[in-house]
C-alpha cells in the first residue's frame, strides 16, 4: 500500500535554529513529491514539486531534497512567520491523486 | 484572480440534514478534487473529476455525491449528513491531473460540524 509518514509530528525552534523535516514515501512509481506550507484555518499552499532523486529546489529559507526513499525539507536559520503545518504528499504511477502525510507542525519563537 | 474559492466557510448541520458545498475556481484548470481534513488523519480525497463530465472516487467517498458543473464549479453534496462526517473539507484544481508540474491548488476550506 502507497504511504507517506512524515517526522517529527512537532518540532519547536528557536529563531537561527536550523533543521530538516523528513518525509518517507513507498510509493509504486513515484511521479512526484510535493511539499505543502498550511497556515491556521487556511488551506494548504504549495511550495516544490520534486520529481527525481538528487533533485534539489530552493525557496527563501527553504531547501526541499529528495532521495529514492525521503525527502527532507531544511530550513535555514527559521524565522517566527516560518511557523506552519509542513506536509509532504506524493504521486504515485496511477496519478490519480496525492497521497498525504499527516504533516509536521513548526513553531519557531523569537 | 481569487484562485479557488469554497462556500460556506463554517456549517453546522443536524443529523440526517443535508447540504451542498461549492467549489469554483479562475485558472481555468481540468482537473478538481475534494479531500477532507481529520485530527490525526492528514488529507483524504473524497471525489474527484479529472475534467469536464467526469467524476471518480477517491479514498473516502461514502455518503458523499459530487456535481462537476461546468469547468469552473465542482460541488461536493451530503445527503443525510452524520456525525463522522464533521471535518474541514477543501476543494483543489490542478491543470490536469496526475500531470507533471501539475500542483494541486487549495481554497481555505469548509468547516463543517455536524451535531
Known amino acids: 500500500e502507497d504511504q507517506v509518514t512524515q517526522s517529527p509530528e512537532a518540532l519547536r525552534l528557536q529563531e537561527g535554529e536550523s533543521s530538516s523535516l523528513n518525509c518517507s514515501y513507498t510509493?509504486?512509481?513515484?511521479?512526484?513529491l510535493f511539499w505543502y506550507r498550511q497556515d491556521p484555518g487556511k488551506g494548504p499552499e504549495f511550495l516544490f514539486t520534486?520529481?527525481?532523486a538528487g533533485e534539489e529546489k530552493e525557496k527563501e529559507r527553504l531547501k526541499a531534497t529528495l532521495t529514492k526513499k525521503e525527502s527532507f525539507l531544511h530550513i535555514t536559520a527559521p524565522k517566527p512567520e516560518d511557523s506552519a503545518t509542513y506536509l509532504c504528499a506524493a504521486h504515485n504511477q496511477a496519478g490519480t491523486a496525492l497521497i498525504f502525510g499527516k504533516g509536521t507542525t513548526l513553531s519557531v519563537s523569537s | 484572480n481569487a484562485g479557488v474559492t469554497q462556500t460556506p466557510k463554517f456549517q453546522v448541520l443536524k443529523t440526517g440534514q443535508s447540504m451542498t458545498l461549492q467549489c469554483a475556481q479562475d485558472?481555468?484548470?481540468?482537473?478538481m478534487y475534494w479531500y477532507r481534513q481529520d485530527p490525526g488523519m492528514g488529507l483524504r480525497l473524497i471525489y474527484y473529476s479529472a475534467s469536464e463530465g467526469t467524476t471518480d472516487k477517491g479514498e473516502v467517498p461514502n455518503g458523499y455525491n459530487v456535481s462537476r458543473l461546468n469547468k469552473r464549479e465542482f460541488s461536493l453534496r451530503l445527503e443525510s449528513a452524520a456525525p463522522s462526517q464533521t471535518s474541514v473539507y477543501f476543494c483543489?484544481?490542478?491543470?490536469?491531473?496526475?500531470?507533471?508540474?501539475?500542483?494541486?491548488?487549495f481554497g481555505n476550506g469548509t468547516r463543517l460540524t455536524v451535531t
Open positions: 510509493v509504486s512509481g513515484l511521479r512526484g
Open positions: 520534486l520529481y527525481s
Open positions: 483543489a484544481s490542478s491543470v490536469t491531473q496526475g500531470a507533471r508540474n501539475s500542483p494541486l491548488h
Open positions: 485558472m481555468n484548470h481540468n482537473s
